[in-house]
Structures are given as structure tokens and as C-alpha cells.
T-cell receptor, first 113, second 112 residues
């Protein structure tokens, strides 16, 4: 049973399209995150939700809109996709607190052509 | 966010111990030291964390300097499966966000 699952695993789409990536965790965690890993392998946090409320919104274009319908889900919707959005996107979850372990999904490789 | 410094890369031989260093000279009293690793084509994976005392778990050991300005992740017997990027991260208990800030990490190569 996968702890943090993302769909789809691969996504190839054209510039200008709108796409969504879904994330679900079955760990009972109250905090969920989205990270972006670019071609240079640098992992950067994008958003964090705690109990369905947005608590971190790093400097991310407003074309990216996270949505948390409940504590177990955090979806990422991207409007008007650009070439520079091509990356691997990771979803993660944890309990609240600095001494807790975060679990990551397997990633969604987004390629914008 | 407190910063960490790690070597870009290290090499080890299979079945030998590996010591991965991390410097965090600006660590605050409430920062936990976390280690994650990322195997090729996978998401990051938790390894271990600690505050002041040394910690052991089934994956590794974490040795924390007395002044907490550095720490060392110890893999007791490296296997080929341990080849990955290892990240040392500080996580503030006082922060409202508890976010994990990844640096560039150490790429560990394990030779058979």
C-alpha cells in the first residue's frame, strides 16, 4: 500500500495547456507539500498545506494553484504551461512538527513541448 | 532558514563504512538535524534525525558534535543500493511551516 501516491507518473503536454497532478496520502498526516526538482536536480519547495490550509507559498507563479479538498489530498493545477515548467514534481506529507519524518511520492515527470 | 554545507561528492567501497559530513555552523538551539537521501529516479527518502544526542536506526547512525555545528551520517556497511544523493537539512521546531529546505547534497558513489 503506497503511502504517498501521485498521478500521473509521466505527463507530456504542449505549451499553453492546463494540467493537474494529483496526490494522495494514506498516512493520516496533517501537512502536505509540493516540491519541484529541476534539470539540475535542485529540490525546491513550492507549497505547504496544513489541515487543508495553505501555510507556505514560495515564489511560485500564480499559474500554479494547489487545492486541498481534504487532509489526505493535495492536487496541483498548472495553467498556461511553459517550457520552463518541465521538471519532476514531488508531493510529500508529514505530521506537523520539526521532529517528524516526511514521506515523498515517486514524482511526476512533466515535459512541456 | 539555517544553511548546511556538504561535500559535493564522495566515494566508498561496498561493505565498508561511510562517513558523510555536514557543517551547520549557524544552527539554532531549536533546529533538528535531518538526513534524507534520494536514490536515482525516486523521491527523497527519510534516513534519520536528531537534536543533540547521537541516534541509531536500522538504516544509519547520526553523530552530532557537542557544539551541534556539525554532524556526520554513518552508513555502517555501504551497499550498491546506498548510492544516492544524501541531504543534510535543518528543521526548526519553532517555525510555523516545518518545511524541509534541500541543499545540493552529497552524491555518494559505491564501488563494488
Amino acid at each position: 500500500d503506497t503511502a504517498v501516491s501521485q498521478t500521473p507518473k509521466y505527463l507530456v503536454t504542449q505549451m499553453g495547456n492546463d494540467k493537474s497532478i494529483k496526490c494522495e496520502q494514506n498516512l493520516g498526516h496533517d501537512t502536505m507539500y509540493w516540491y519541484k526538482q529541476d534539470s539540475k536536480k535542485f529540490l525546491k519547495i513550492m507549497f505547504s498545506y496544513n489541515n487543508k490550509e495553505l501555510i507556505i507559498n514560495e515564489t511560485v507563479p500564480n499559474r500554479f494553484s494547489p487545492k486541498s479538498p481534504d487532509k489526505a489530498h493535495l492536487n496541483l493545477h498548472i495553467n498556461s504551461l511553459e517550457l520552463g515548467d518541465s521538471a519532476v514534481y514531488f508531493c510529500a506529507s508529514s505530521l506537523e512538527g520539526a521532529a517528524t519524518e516526511a514521506f515523498f511520492g515517486q514524482g511526476t515527470r512533466l515535459t512541456v513541448v | 532558514d539555517a544553511k548546511t554545507t556538504q561535500p559535493n561528492s564522495m566515494e566508498s567501497n561496498e561493505e565498508e563504512p561511510v562517513h558523510l559530513p555536514c557543517n551547520h555552523s549557524t544552527i539554532s538551539g531549536t533546529d533538528y538535524i535531518h538526513w534524507y537521501r534520494q536514490l536515482p529516479s525516486q523521491g527523497p527518502e527519510y534516513v534519520i534525525h536528531g537534536l543533540t544526542s547521537n541516534v541509531n536506526n536500522r538504516m544509519a547512525s547520526l553523530a552530532i558534535a557537542e557544539d551541534r555545528k556539525s554532524s556526520t551520517l554513518i552508513l555502517h556497511r555501504a551497499t550498491l543500493r546506498d548510492a544516492a544523493v544524501y541531504y543534510c537539512i535543518l528543521r526548526d521546531v519553532g517555525g510555523a511551516t516545518n518545511k524541509l529546505i534541500f541543499g545540493t547534497g552529497t552524491l555518494l558513489a559505491v564501488q563494488p
